[in-house]
C-alpha cells in the first residue's frame, strides 16, 4: 500500500508540474501569411485591414485580371506586388480625401492554387499551404494510380516558360499556382 500511494503522489506531482515546462520555439514554415517577399496573384485570398473603418476591412479576392475591387477607390492591380506594397498604394489612395491619416494591414488568407494532373487518383485544383512538396501534393490527391511513373514528374510554374522535368524526391517544392503533371511509366 506504502508503494502505491508512493507511486501515485509522483504521478500527482508529475501532472501538476508537466505545463511548466518550456515549450522551446517552434519551427518556421517556408512560406508565412505575412511574408514579405510573396509576390501577389489571381487566385490568392486577402484579408484587409483599414484601421477604424469596419466598412472596408474585410476579405477581398484578387481577381483573374490581377486587381482587387476595394471600396472607394475601385480597382486597384495588386498581381506581382507584395502585400506590403500593396498596403502602401491602398494607404496613399486612401489618403487622398478619403481617410485622415489610414493605417492598412494586409495578411494573405489563401494563396492561389496549384493544381495536379495524370496518373494521380484524384486530378484536380487543391488549396496551396505553406511547405507543400510533392510528395504532400500526390498525398492530397489520393495518391499515385498502379500506372504511374513514382519517379519522374512534370511541373509547370505559373511564372515559367514550360514544363520543367524532375525527378521525384521528398523535398521537391509546389509553389502558388504550379501545375503538377504525373506520366504514365512505360513499362
Given at each position: 500500500m506504502r508503494i502505491f500511494l508512493t507511486v501515485l503522489s509522483?504521478?500527482?506531482a508529475g501532472c501538476l508540474t508537466s505545463g511548466c515546462a518550456s515549450s522551446g520555439s517552434l519551427p518556421e514554415?517556408?512560406?508565412s501569411n505575412t511574408d514579405t517577399s510573396y509576390a501577389l496573384g489571381a487566385g490568392d485570398k486577402l484579408r484587409i485591414t483599414v484601421y477604424g473603418e469596419e466598412r472596408l476591412t474585410g476579405e477581398y479576392l484578387v481577381d483573374g485580371s490581377g486587381a482587387i475591387a476595394f471600396p472607394l477607390i475601385g480597382a486597384v492591380r495588386a498581381k506581382g506586388i507584395t502585400a506590403p506594397a500593396l498596403a502602401d498604394q491602398l494607404t496613399a489612395?486612401?489618403?487622398k480625401g478619403y481617410i485622415d491619416n489610414p493605417s492598412v494591414a494586409i495578411d494573405v488568407l489563401n494563396f492561389r492554387p496549384y493544381y495536379i494532373?495524370?496518373?494521380v487518383n484524384t486530378p484536380g485544383e487543391y488549396p496551396f499551404v505553406e511547405?507543400?512538396?510533392v510528395f504532400s501534393a500526390v498525398a492530397k490527391a489520393a495518391g499515385f494510380t498502379y500506372r504511374a511513373d513514382e519517379k519522374r514528374i512534370y511541373i509547370r510554374h505559373k511564372e515559367g516558360a514550360g514544363?520543367?522535368?524532375y525527378r521525384l524526391?521528398?523535398?521537391t517544392p509546389v509553389q502558388p499556382g504550379d501545375t503538377i503533371r504525373v506520366l504514365e511509366r512505360k513499362f
Open positions: 509522483i504521478l500527482i514554415l517556408a512560406l489612395a486612401l489618403s494532373l495524370g496518373e511547405g507543400l512538396t514544363e520543367v522535368l524526391d521528398g523535398n
